[in-house]
């Protein structure tokens, strides 16, 4: 079965750090990119944070540059999200999905696939 299992997500209080873990089984990711993205409640899907296929090449959202960091380890078939900095408009819950290229933004579609995410809750 093919999936993708999110991880590392918790309540942090305003200015802290998480790093999100984004796992495969079932499938390599190195021929991927893989994104990150975000849905808060009441709000768009976003797309926040995309790393290439080589890792060569990283994206990020204009309310999180600077302050995200996004890597992979295609040896255990895993990418991160390094998360300082961390203000109470990042509270979403927070998914990864591989993709063919990088997408940035808000996203529409049917989330029906996307696996069960991360909630990262930022208050103090």
């Known amino acids: 079965q093919l999936q993708l299992v999110e991880s590392g997500g918790g309540l942090v209080q305003p200015g802290g750090s998480l790093r999100l873990s984004c796992a495969a089984s079932?499938?390599?990711?190195?021929?991927?990119?893989i994104g990150w993205f975000r849905q808060a409640p009441g709000k768009e899907r976003e797309g926040v944070s995309c790393i290439g296929s080589s890792g060569g090449s990283t994206y990020y959202a204009d309310s999180v540059k600077g302050r995200f960091t996004i890597s992979r380890d295609n040896a255990k078939n895993t990418v991160y999200l390094q998360m300082s900095s961390l203000e109470p408009e990042d509270t979403a819950v927070y998914y990864c999905k591989a993709e063919l290229a990088c997408v940035l933004g808000p996203i529409g579609g049917d989330f029906s696939a996307w696996g069960q995410g991360t909630q990262v809750t930022v208050s103090s």
């Open positions: 079932g499938f390599t990711l190195d021929n991927y990119a």
